[in-house]
């Protein structure tokens, strides 16, 4: 599902260039992802058939740091991906957590990754993994965060209350970023 799910997105295309085994890195990388959200924070399924999945990082709870990402697999994804497809991912992901910790001073939650297959897209599943948390996050008087590389994604967020905070180009790879915040 997440491999469909992230098939045309920017970031993951930048991360893992065209080649002969695409689908199975990217699919590696998914697995890790969610490995992670399952041991550092809480993810969800829309039903048994997970038409969608969302990972929800309390706050504080969702840098990658090199020892979670160890007890996650990520000593097995280094070796399945290589160094090129690592230093790619490993550059990203600290400009990323830095424009959050720039922007978002306060403890807040983390909302990353969220997919919906794209069969199920447009009806409602998005809604579905979203509404239960972001209604449990308000009532804690939290914000929640995300970011995106995906301008349809951004109009989604939006509709559900999540404002941009932050926006521009990543330095040396031409892609749009977003950083979003839902208040409390």
Same mark, same amino acid.
């Given at each position: #599902?997440?491999? !469909? ?15 002969? %085994?695409? !689908? !199975? ?7 890790? =992802? *969610? =490995? ?16 969608? *999945? ?16 160890? =007890? ?8 399945? #991906? ?11 992901? !600290?400009y990323i957590s830095k424009i959050r910790k720039q922007h978002v001073t306060v403890p807040h939650w983390h909302l990353f990754p969220i ?18 948390? *972001? ?14 590389? %995906?301008?349809?994604? =951004? ?19 031409? #892609?749009?970023?977003?950083?979003? *915040?839902?208040?409390?």
């Amino acid at each position: #599902m997440l491999l !469909e799910a992230f098939r045309d997105d920017p970031l993951t295309h930048y991360f893992i260039p065209p080649c002969d %085994n695409w !689908e !199975e890195l990217v699919s590696k990388y998914f697995a890790f =992802r *969610l =490995r992670f959200g399952i041991m550092y924070g809480e993810a969800y399924a829309i039903s048994p058939k997970i038409e969608g *999945l969302a990972a929800w990082f309390a706050p504080g709870k969702s840098d990658m740091t090199n020892f979670r990402m160890m =007890r996650a697999g990520g000593m097995a994804l280094s070796r399945d #991906m290589g160094k090129d497809i690592i230093s790619r991912m490993n550059i990203i992901g !600290e400009y990323i957590s830095k424009i959050r910790k720039q922007h978002v001073t306060v403890p807040h939650w983390h909302l990353f990754p969220i997919a919906v297959d794209p069969a199920y897209q447009g009806k409602g599943f998005g809604s579905a993994l979203l509404r239960p948390m *972001l209604d449990r996050i308000a009532g804690d008087g939290l914000p929640c965060y995300l970011e995106t590389q %995906n301008e349809k994604n =951004r109009s989604l967020y939006e509709h559900f209350g999540f404002k941009v905070i932050h926006t521009d180009t990543i330095p040396g790879i031409n #892609m749009k970023h977003w950083g979003m *915040l839902k208040p409390p």
